[in-house]
């Protein structure tokens, strides 16, 4: 895992704490994840502060008051992002989620031109986060990452995972239909990138950016000396 101790830009956090009711932008797409390239700004989302804040406590796992606060970027069609999910995530979970010392948030940052069925996948586990079920769906598509990548429509594939977690179909068509949930995934992807994030995984810790999948070794040292210093 590659440290960059820059602190992150602050339109990440701004964005990013307001629940991206405020981003007045949309993401251009860049061609590979590592490659810095200029961010195209677009037409600005309508705000939808309340919804949005849902949204946003919808995809966040641990306690409120956690003192540490970490914001997984990621990718659903990525490998490397199904293999913290898979390897490092479980544990986070177990030694700092649970036991009250971090909270975990999930940011959007599918890279449309390496995953052409990222997108789409964001906005089902988007979709779902307006029903409740944002997890169960982040699991599954995870766990199922290689049977739907691949797919030329995945929409089909996708409508079946929405059922395993009991979504409203109709629901869902309305929210896919709305346009809404594209432009909170763009501008999340934009603050991200402005931020300094360029590939997936990464990871925004208490202003530090931590770039790359690590098992929880790596992680340890820099959490646990993190909670020992907020503990002063």
Same mark, same amino acid.
């Given at each position: 895992?590659?440290?960059?101790?820059?602190?992150? &830009?602050?339109?990440? $956090?701004?964005?990013?704490?307001?629940?991206?009711?405020?981003?007045?932008?949309?993401?251009?797409?860049?061609?590979?994840?590592?490659?810095?390239?200029? &961010?195209?700004?677009?037409?600005?989302?309508?705000?939808?502060?309340?919804?949005?804040?849902?949204?946003?406590?919808?995809?966040?796992?641990?306690?409120?008051?956690?003192? =540490?606060?970490?914001?997984?970027?990621?990718?659903?069609?990525?490998?490397?992002?199904?293999?913290?999910?898979?390897?490092?995530?479980?544990?986070?979970?177990? @030694?700092?989620?649970?036991?009250?010392?971090?909270?975990?948030?999930? =940011?959007?940052?599918?890279?449309?031109?390496?995953?052409?069925?990222?997108?789409?996948?964001?906005?089902?586990?988007?979709?779902?986060?307006?029903?409740?079920?944002?997890?169960?769906?982040?699991? #599954? #598509?995870?766990s199922?990452?290689?049977?739907?990548?691949?797919l030329?429509?995945?929409?089909?594939?996708?409508?079946?995972?929405?059922?395993?977690?009991?979504?409203?179909?109709?629901?869902?068509?309305?929210?896919?239909?709305?346009?809404? =949930?594209?432009?909170?995934i763009?501008? @999340?992807?934009? $603050?991200?990138y402005?931020g300094?994030?360029?590939?997936?995984?990464?990871f =925004?810790?208490?202003?530090?950016? #931590?770039a790359?999948?690590?098992?929880?070794?790596?992680?340890?040292?820099?959490?646990?000396s993190?909670?020992?210093?907020?503990?002063?």
């Open positions: 895992m590659q440290l960059n101790r820059a602190v992150v &830009a602050g339109a990440v $956090a701004a964005v990013v704490l307001a629940g991206l009711a405020t981003a007045g932008f949309v993401a251009s797409r860049r061609g590979v994840s590592t490659t810095p390239g200029a &961010a195209r700004a677009q037409g600005a989302p309508a705000s939808q502060g309340g919804q949005d804040d849902l949204l946003l406590a919808a995809r966040t796992r641990g306690d409120s008051n956690a003192p =540490i606060v970490i914001y997984e970027v990621s990718d659903f069609q990525c490998p490397f992002c199904r293999q913290f999910w898979a390897e490092t995530l479980p544990h986070l979970e177990s @030694e700092y989620i649970r036991t009250g010392k971090a909270r975990l948030t999930f =940011i959007n940052f599918p890279i449309a031109q390496l995953h052409p069925n990222a997108q789409a996948a964001h906005v089902l586990a988007m979709c779902g986060a307006e029903q409740g079920k944002f997890w169960g769906l982040h699991d #599954l #598509l995870y199922h990452q290689r049977d739907w990548a691949g030329g429509d995945p929409q089909p594939y996708f409508r079946g995972l929405a059922d395993s977690v009991g979504l409203s179909q109709d629901r869902l068509t309305r929210c896919v239909a709305d346009g809404h =949930i594209r432009q909170l763009a501008a @999340e992807e934009q $603050a991200a402005q300094g994030v360029k590939s997936t995984p990464s =925004i810790v208490q202003g530090v950016l #931590l790359g999948t690590a098992p929880i070794e790596a992680f340890r040292p820099i959490l646990d993190m909670y020992r210093a907020r503990l002063r």
